[in-house]
């Protein structure tokens, strides 16, 4: 592999706080070790078209904090053909890049490991998604924040239950994993927690629901991650348990889209400093197709294919502490 002389990062798939931290450790890892950094906007749509930008220490200032993604993200149907790779290859040639940083999910790293078996180019992945679904590190770019974010709007929406004497289904992020729910629901205090992993089943929901009752409480948080299959959804979930237990006034509350966005917290600030730094490095040193993750408080790397085809799994033990503390 030729010596890397110039360096482009960019973000992919769903925004997710921590990723302007990332963009920043890129950048200024960069210029510590006086290698150039382009940043692409838009993504591998950016990517085909060309749009770069030449990015230096200052120029990365006061994003830190802020949420989203200064470089945007985009959806490239034109990235999952061959040509449309070719010209993505064309582009990157033509700005002098000899090393590529993504920071995004498992599709970004599914078009990452496609690219480099095509030509051979150097790319080192940063996980940033808040399903923290990515095998290879206990946490991804953006978790921790929409973590923090889900048990702040649970305790607000206790408020209203506790004051009505409510049932409230509260829905999270997260179709194929159930880290966001699991762990906020422990983190709220909620009195059920439903994920995709685990089945509940709705007679067994009732059951619970049931004992709560009996155990004098008045109102009740059911957590249910979006991609759980106890019900069609959590609207049609709602509605049975309200016919089958009509002592209980029911409500849906659907967190959406909030859960993404605001302010990273410091640990997301700081794992996404380790991360950037580490995938310039790992550039320098003439690596590629690996991901950069963290396991034990430490920074590893795990070839990408594996971070795709992987499977990160729930702490099933964290179920069985919920069910004993929401006696």
């Known amino acids: 592999m030729k010596k890397i002389k110039k360096i482009a990062v960019m973000t992919s798939g769903g925004d997710a706080p921590g990723m302007n931290a990332a963009i920043r450790s890129v950048v200024r890892a960069c210029a510590f070790y006086n290698v150039e950094c382009v940043g692409i906007y838009r993504g591998y749509q950016g990517m085909i078209d060309g749009d770069f930008k030449t990015f230096s220490a200052r120029s990365v200032n006061n994003i830190i904090q802020k949420g989203g993604t200064i470089l945007k993200s985009a959806r490239s149907l034109e990235f999952r053909t061959k040509e449309g790779r070719k010209k993505a290859f064309s582009k990157l040639k033509k700005e002098n890049v000899d090393g590529l940083v993504v920071i995004g999910g498992d599709g970004s790293f599914t078009g990452a490991v496609i690219f480099n078996k095509e030509f051979n180019f150097p790319i ?78 709705l007679e067994r929901l009732l059951q619970s629901l049931q004992k709560s009752r009996r155990a004098g409480k008045s109102s009740s948080i059911v957590v249910v991650a979006e991609g759980d299959k106890t019900g069609k959804n959590v609207f049609e979930l709602a509605d049975y348990v309200e016919k089958n237990l009509p002592e209980y006034e029911v409500r849906v509350s659907v967190l959406g889209h909030m859960q993404r966005g605001g302010s990273p917290t410091c640990f997301d600030r700081v794992l996404a400093s380790r991360l950037g730094v580490k995938s310039v490095e790992l550039l320098l040193d003439g690596k590629t197709n690996l991901m950069v993750g963290l396991i034990n408080n430490e920074v590893v790397t795990t070839v990408l294919e594996k971070a795709i085809e992987g499977k990160h799994i729930v702490n099933t033990e964290l179920l069985r502490v919920s069910d004993i503390i929401t006696i």
């Open 124 to 201: 080192i992945g940063i996980p940033g998604t808040i399903d923290n679904d990515i095998y290879g590190t206990t946490h991804t770019l953006g978790y921790d924040t929409a973590l923090n974010t889900v048990v702040e709007s649970i305790d607000k929406i206790r408020d209203t239950a506790s004051s009505h004497n409510r049932l409230f289904f509260v829905e999270v992020m997260g179709r194929d994993a159930g880290f966001i729910a699991l762990n906020a629901g422990i983190g709220a205090g909620a009195e059920e927690i439903l994920i995709p992993e685990e089945d509940l089943g």
